[in-house]
C-alpha cells in the first residue's frame, strides 16, 4: 500500500461521479403551496416525517428575539382535537421519536415511527399547524424552561457566549446577529399574544415543506396528505425582509475573560457568500476550505499541528446553506499561551501561502472523491436524507439542483477553487475572537 | 398486543435485517452478519472488553490515549499518508476508550472494501506509535482536558465519577490528567495496545454490501492475527457506591446535578422489568414523570432524565439536570419524591401498557442503516443476550405483568441510595 498506488485507485473510481439523482426524490405540490416530498426507501418497515417550515429566528419583529424557538416549544402543547400531549403520547406508544429545532432560517420538527402509522401522524402534524390551543400558563411555565436552556447552553458556557458576542458584531444590521434562543431580557418580556400572533401568522402551508422518508409510497402519502392538508388555507402575511450587512472598514476583536477558562481559544468568523447565490461558486469555497482547513489532513493543520507545532488544533470551515449570507468559521488552540494578533497574523499568513503552492489538482481530486462518497453515506439511514433534502429546500434550493450536486461536483476546478480562496483572503468582513482566562 | 404481532410478522416477511447469520474465519474468529445490497456501504461495529479497567494504578489515561493514535499512521504509512488514503476509498475508522471496553466502528464503500480492510489491517495491528504523533496527541488531549475545566456539565460528570463510585477504579476520568499523561513512553503504549486488542476479548457485528465468502475472508485478514497473551482481569463488582451529595462549588449561574443509584448487570433477569419502570420514571423522553413533573408542570429544568447504566461487572442508574442556582434543592427533593413514588407506590396498568408497547415499536428503528444494524449485532452479542434474542425479545416484554414491574421497581428504587454531585453555587433554602 504504497502513496503511488493513491492515482490510479483516483482513476478507478472517479467515473463513479456519474449524472445519477442522489436521493431519487418525487415531489408535489398543493393548491395551498404545501410542498410535499418523499424519498421511497422500504428496508424497514419505519418513517421519517419532517415538516420544515422556512422561517425561523428570520422574520421576528425587532424586541422579541426568541419568538419562533418559543413557539417551537409550544408546538407540543396539544390542539382542540389532539389536546395536551396527545401527539407526543402517541409517538411513544407506538415506539417513535421525536424532536424540533428551530435555526435562523427555519424551523423543524420530526418523527421517526413504524410505516403502519403514517395516516395518524400525517394528521397529527396537519393538526397542528392550524388549530394550536395554548394557556397563559403554558406560555408561562415554557418561558421558564427556554430561560433554563438558554442558561444551559449560553450563560453558563463561555466559549458559546463568545460566540454569540462574535455574530452580534459580524451581522450589525442581519437578523444572523441576534441569538436564535433569543437575548435573555427579551424573552423575559415574550408574552402570549407575541407567541400566539406568531403562529397565528406564520405557520401556513405555503410556509412549509413535508419530507416522508423510508417505508412509504408516494401516489399513498399524496393521498393522505391531500386530505389531511388540503383544507388548510394559504396566507402571505409573512414578509420577509431580505437585509444585508455594510462591509467593514475597521477590525474587530471580541474578547472573553472567565476565571473557569484554563485554555485559551482563539477564534474568526468571516461573513460571506452562500449556496443561494451561486452553488457552484460555493461548492467551490467549500472544497477549498476542506482543502485548507477541514479535518486533521488539511493544509494548515499539517503545517501548523504537524510541522511546525504551534497549535495543538487549527481548522475552519464553511457554512453556506443560508438565504443571507453564509460563513467562514476558524478556530485554534495553541500549545503555549500566545499573543492572539500573533495568531491572527500567523494563519493569514499561511492561508497566502499556501494556496498557490499547496491547493493542488490531486487534493481536489481527493476531496471531490470524499463529497461524493459522503452522499453515499447520506443515504444510509432515513432521516438525513430527509434532513438535507428539508434544509436545502428551506433556505430556497429546488430539488433538482440537490439531486443534481455531483454533476456540479464534476465541474468544479483547481482555478475556480483558488479564486475562491484568493477571494477568502482578501476578506476584511471578519471578527476575531477570544477566550481566555 | 395483536398490532405488535402483525408488525414484527410483516418485519419478518419484508427485511431481511432480522434475517442475521452467524458467521465463523478460518482461525474461528465468530461474528454476526446481515447481507445488505440496498446501498454501496459496509459497516461493522466492534468491542474489546478491558478498555480502561485495563489500567495499572500509575496508568491514568493510557487506554485513550493508545486509542487516539489509532489512525495516525501505520508501519508503512505516516499518519497523513494514512488519512488520505482513507479518504479516498472512502473509510471511516474510530475507536472510543470505555470504563469496561473499547468501542469502534469501521465503515468503507464497498466498491473499495479491499482496500478499505487492508487500511483497518494495518491500523489495528500495526500502528506506528511515532513519537512525533505521541507528542502531538498528548497535546491534543492535554487541551481538551483544560477545556473540559470550563465546561460544567463535564466537571460534573468527572466530580460524579470520582465521588459516586467510591474506591472502585470507575472513579477515573477516561482522559487522566495532564500529569499521569506526560509520563507514558512509546513502549507503555504499545504494550497497553497488545493487551487491549485481543480475539478472546472481541465481538463484532456486519451489515451491509458484501457475501458471506468474502466478509469472512476479510474479518479473518484484520482480527486474524491478534494474539490471546494476557488474562484479563474480572472487574470488581460495586461494594461501596457513594450516597447523599456532594458540592463542589464553581462560580456559574446555572448549577449542574448528575445523580446516581445501584443499578443491575444487562443480563440479570430482572433487567427489562427495570428498564420499563425507569422508562416511566426518567427514560421515555417528553413521556417520564420526572420530565412531566420537573420540566412541564414547574419548569425547572430544560432537560431531566434517568437511565440504567449496565457494566461488565456490575450495574448502575445514573441521571441529571441542570437548573439555576436558586432551584438546585428544590429540583432535587422533586427527583428523590418521583423516586420514591416509583418504590411505593410503583407504575400505573396505564404507564406499563404504554411502556411496552413503546419497547415493541420501537426496536425497528435499528434496522434503519447499515451502521445501526451492525451496531445492534455486536450489542446483542456484547451483553450475552443469546441468538434469539431477535425472537424472544417480544416475549420477555409482554410477560412483564403490572405485578412484576411493581416488584421490581419497589426491589430497586431505594431513595436513600441516591447520590447527588451538585456541581455550581446552589443557594441554601
Known amino acids: 500500500m504504497k502513496i503511488v498506488s493513491i492515482f490510479f485507485a483516483i482513476l478507478l473510481v472517479s467515473f463513479n461521479l456519474n449524472s445519477k439523482k442522489i436521493f431519487n426524490a418525487k415531489s408535489h405540490k398543493l393548491e395551498n403551496g404545501l410542498t410535499l416530498i ?158 400566539f400572533n406568531f403562529y397565528k401568522n406564520f405557520y401556513k402551508p405555503n410556509n412549509a415543506v413535508l419530507v416522508l422518508s423510508g417505508d412509504v409510497n408516494f401516489s399513498k402519502a399524496k393521498e393522505i396528505v391531500d386530505k389531511y392538508y388540503g383544507n388548510i388555507k394559504s396566507s402571505d402575511t409573512l414578509k420577509r425582509k431580505v437585509v444585508s450587512d455594510p462591509d467593514f472598514k475597521t477590525t474587530t476583536f471580541v474578547e472573553l475573560k472567565n476565571e473557569n477558562v484554563k485554555q485559551q481559544v482563539w477564534k474568526r468568523i468571516y461573513r460571506t ?44 470551515f464553511y457554512q453556506g446553506l443560508s438565504k443571507g449570507d453564509g460563513y467562514i468559521y476558524f478556530y485554534a488552540i495553541p500549545n503555549k499561551e500566545m499573543d492572539e494578533k500573533e495568531i491572527g497574523d500567523l494563519i493569514d499568513k499561511e492561508v497566502k501561502k499556501n494556496i498557490e503552492s499547496k491547493i493542488t489538482p490531486e487534493k481536489l481530486e481527493l476531496e471531490k472523491q470524499k463529497y461524493y462518497f459522503d452522499s453515499i453515506y447520506g443515504m444510509d439511514g432515513i432521516l438525513k436524507p430527509a434532513e438535507i433534502i428539508g434544509e436545502a429546500l428551506s433556505v430556497g434550493l429546488k430539488l433538482n439542483e440537490i439531486e443534481k450536486w455531483n454533476n456540479k461536483l464534476k465541474k468544479i476546478n483547481i482555478d475556480m477553487v483558488k479564486k475562491e480562496l484568493n477571494e477568502f483572503s482578501k476578506n476584511n468582513n471578519y471578527v476575531t475572537g477570544s477566550l481566555r482566562n | 398486543m395483536k398490532l405488535v404481532f402483525l408488525l414484527f410478522f410483516f418485519f419478518f416477511q419484508s427485511s431481511e435485517a432480522l434475517d442475521f447469520k452467524k458467521l465463523k474465519t478460518k482461525s474461528g474468529i465468530e461474528f454476526w452478519f446481515v447481507q445488505d445490497n440496498s446501498i454501496p456501504i459496509i459497516s461493522l461495529s466492534f468491542s474489546f472488553r478491558g478498555g480502561s479497567s485495563l489500567e495499572l494504578q500509575d496508568q491514568h489515561g493510557l487506554a485513550n490515549l493508545m486509542v487516539s493514535l489509532m489512525d495516525e499512521g501505520t508501519r508503512n504509512l505516516n499518519s497523513q499518508e494514512f488519512k488520505k488514503l482513507m479518504k479516498l476509498n472512502g473509510m471511516k475508522l474510530s475507536f472510543s476508550s470505555q470504563k469496561d471496553r473499547i468501542d469502534g466502528v469501521f465503515q468503507v464503500i464497498s466498491s473499495q472494501a479491499d482496500q478499505g480492510f487492508e487500511l483497518f489491517k494495518e491500523a489495528l495491528n500495526y500502528p506506528k506509535f511515532s513519537e512525533d504523533e505521541i507528542k502531538k496527541v498528548k497535546n491534543q488531549i492535554s487541551s481538551s482536558i483544560k477545556i473540559d475545566q470550563s465546561n460544567i456539565p463535564t466537571i460534573a460528570s468527572n466530580k460524579f465519577n ?33 493487551k487491549s486488542f485481543q480475539k478472546e476479548n472481541l465481538v463484532i457485528g456486519v ?74 420514571l426518567g427514560g421515555g423522553g417528553f413521556q417520564s414523570r420526572l420530565y412531566k413533573n420537573i420540566r412541564e408542570k414547574k419548569g425547572l429544568v430544560y432537560s431531566v432524565y434517568s437511565y440504567l447504566l449496565p457494566f461488565e461487572n456490575d450495574g448502575v442508574i445514573v441521571g441529571g439536570f441542570q437548573t439555576r442556582n436558586k432551584s438546585v434543592y428544590e429540583t432535587i427533593n422533586a427527583v428523590k419524591k418521583n423516586w420514591k413514588s416509583m418504590n411505593t407506590r410503583g407504575v400505573s396498568k396505564e404507564e406499563l401498557n404504554n411502556a411496552k408497547a413503546y419497547f415493541n415499536g420501537s426496536f425497528t428503528r435499528n434496522f434503519t442503516s447499515t451502521s445501526s444494524i451492525a451496531a445492534l449485532l455486536k450489542i446483542v452479542q456484547y451483553y450475552k443476550l443469546g441468538e434469539n434474542y431477535f425472537q424472544n425479545r417480544e416475549k420477555i416484554i409482554n410477560n412483564i405483568d403490572h405485578e412484576m414491574v411493581n416488584s421490581v421497581a419497589s426491589k430497586y428504587f431505594k431513595t436513600e441510595n441516591l447520590f447527588f454531585m451538585i456541581v455550581g453555587e446552589p443557594e441554601e433554602k
Not at chain 1, 485548507?292 to 481548522?315: C, N, P, Q, R, W
Not at chain 2, 488474562?231 to 456532594?246: A, C
Request: overall charge neutral; cysteine-free.
Open chain 1, 38 to 195: 418523499v424519498v421511497e426507501n422500504p428496508r424497514a418497515p419505519v418513517v421519517a416525517q419532517m415538516i420544515w417550515y422556512d422561517f425561523g429566528s428570520s422574520v421576528e419583529e425587532i424586541g422579541k428575539s426568541g419568538l419562533a424557538h418559543f413557539i417551537e416549544h409550544l408546538m407540543f402543547k396539544g390542539t382542540k382535537k389532539f389536546p395536551k400531549n396527545y401527539y407526543s403520547n402517541f409517538i411513544s406508544k407506538i415506539g417513535g421519536s421525536e424532536n424540533a429545532f428551530t435555526s435562523y432560517d427555519y424551523t423543524a420538527y420530526y418523527q421517526v415511527f413504524p410505516s403502519q402509522h403514517l395516516e395518524k401522524i400525517i394528521e397529527l402534524e396537519a393538526d397542528r399547524m392550524q388549530n394550536l390551543t395554548l394557556t397563559k400558563k403554558n406560555v408561562e411555565i415554557e418561558r421558564e424552561v427556554i430561560l433554563e436552556e438558554r442558561f444551559q447552553r449560553i450563560e453558563s458556557n463561555p466559549s458559546s457566549q463568545l460566540d454569540e458576542s462574535m455574530r452580534s458584531v459580524l451581522y450589525p444590521n442581519n437578523y444572523y446577529g441576534r441569538p436564535i434562543i433569543g437575548w435573555k431580557h427579551e424573552i423575559e418580556k415574550l408574552n402570549y399574544d407575541d407567541v
Open chain 1, 273 to 316: 457568500k452562500s449556496f443561494t447565490k451561486s452553488i457552484e461558486e460555493s461548492m467551490a469555497l467549500d472544497l477549498g476550505m476542506k482543502i485548507l482547513a477541514g479535518g486533521s489532513s488539511s493544509v494548515l493543520y499539517e503545517e501548523l499541528v504537524d510541522e511546525k507545532k504551534i497549535f495543538s488544533m487549527v481548522g475552519g
Open chain 2, 162 to 194: 470520582e465521588y459516586f463510585f467510591g474506591d472502585h477504579i470507575f472513579k477515573r476520568n477516561i482522559k487522566g490528567t495532564i500529569k499521569s499523561l506526560e509520563k507514558f513512553k512509546r513502549q507503555d503504549i504499545s504494550n497497553f495496545h497488545e
Open chain 2, 207 to 280: 451489515a451491509g454490501d458484501i457475501t458471506d465468502k468474502k466478509i469472512k475472508i476479510l474479518i479473518e485478514s484484520v482480527f486474524g492475527k491478534l494474539q490471546d497473551k494476557f488474562t484479563i482481569p474480572e472487574i470488581e463488582l460495586f461494594s461501596n457506591l457513594s450516597i447523599g451529595q456532594q458540592v463542589y462549588k464553581m462560580k456559574t449561574p446555572q448549577t449542574s446535578v448528575l445523580f446516581g443509584h445501584p443499578g443491575l448487570k444487562r443480563n440479570n433477569e430482572d433487567f427489562f422489568a427495570l428498564r420499563i419502570a425507569n422508562y416511566i
